[in-house]
Nanobody, 126 residues
């Protein structure tokens, strides 16, 4: 069973930090590009960050550059999103996702990912 389970969400004050984790199972995690997306009510899923299988290449959305860090621990089958200097506009449900094999979409396109977690709520208070 292929599964992604996010954790670490919660209520955080503006300017604070939070680390999200995504535990993967049911597939060879170390061979897949992984990404983080977020979504608020009434809005389309928004790309946040992605990381290649060995962690060598990382891409961030402009909105989170300099504040968020994506990382992975292949030995633990886990991908992380470290969020610093949080802003109220970062409030969203955060999803981790597995990159679709041989996808020809760019890394920031949600349809290029084929497995999704159920999401974890991050709320940033002002």
């Amino acid at each position: 069973q292929v599964q992604l389970v996010e954790s670490g969400g919660g209520l955080v004050q503006a300017g604070g930090s939070q680390r999200l984790s995504c535990a993967a199972s049911g597939f060879t995690f170390s061979t897949y590009v992984m990404g983080w997306f977020r979504q608020t009510p009434g809005k389309e899923r928004e790309f946040v960050a992605r990381i290649t299988s060995n962690g060598a290449t990382i891409t961030y959305a402009d909105s989170v550059k300099g504040r968020f860090t994506i990382a992975r621990d292949n030995a633990k089958n886990t991908v992380y999103l470290q969020m610093n200097s949080l802003k109220p506009e970062d409030t969203a449900v955060y999803f981790c996702a597995r990159r679709q094999p041989f996808s020809y979409t760019d890394a920031g396109t949600a349809r290029g990912y084929d497995v999704w977690g159920q999401g974890t709520q991050v709320t940033v208070s002002s």
